[in-house]
Every structure is written in C-alpha cells, then in structure tokens.
C-alpha cells in the first residue's frame, strides 16, 4: 500500500528557513517524477516542485531562487529545502508523485511564516 509521510514543518518568521522530508513507499520510488505540493487556507492544492527520477528539477514560478527539491532514490527520500520563507508560503505541504495518486496523500506537514 502506497504511503506518503511528510515532516519537518513548523513556524518561522518571514526570511527564514526550513527544510521538508517526505519517506515513500508502497510504489516503485525511482521509477516516478516526484512532487511536492502545498494547500494554503482556502486554496486548491498546487504543485510547487518536481524533481525527475534522474535529479532534474523543476519549480513553480512562486518558489523559483528560494526553495530547492532534491531526491534520495535509495533511501525513497524527498527532500525540500525552502529559504527567504515568506507568509504566502503558509500552508500544508505533501508530497506525492506527478501527477499525483488519485487516492493517496500523506498527512502533509504545517508551513507557517508569521512575524
């Protein structure tokens, strides 16, 4: 059974730091695009980071020059590293793969920035 756990959340003030983790399994890691996505209050999910199977990355617009993606195949590890936090970033973030499980989200983890 597909799962997604996501951690590494927490409260911080406008410019600063957090980084993400999400440990996979149930599926074949390496084989699949991988994401992360986010739901701030009152919005629809929206995907803000790809990384390939190979490494290759790919950014939402938003987040571009601030956070970073990375992958551990070996360890079906996700990893996001988000700097220059700023309060639109506050929200629920998941990983999933892309396009994502119809069925299958993690819990996600609480990203909020508050001065």
């Known amino acids: 059974q597909v799962q997604l756990v996501e951690s590494g959340g927490g409260e911080v003030k406008p410019g600063g730091s957090l980084k993400l983790s999400c440990v996979a399994s149930g599926f074949p890691f390496e084989a699949y695009v991988m994401a992360w996505y986010r739901r701030a209050p009152g919005n629809q999910r929206e995907l803000v980071a790809s990384v390939l199977s190979g490494g290759e990355v790919i950014y939402e617009d938003s987040v571009k020059g601030r956070f970073s993606v990375s992958r551990d195949n070996a360890k079906n590890t996700l990893h996001l590293q988000m700097m220059n936090l700023k309060p639109e970033d506050t929200a629920v973030y998941y990983c999933?793969?892309?396009?994502?499980?119809?069925?299958?989200w993690g819990q996600g983890t609480q990203v909020t920035v508050s001065s």
């Open positions: 999933n793969i892309r396009p994502p499980f119809a069925n299958y």
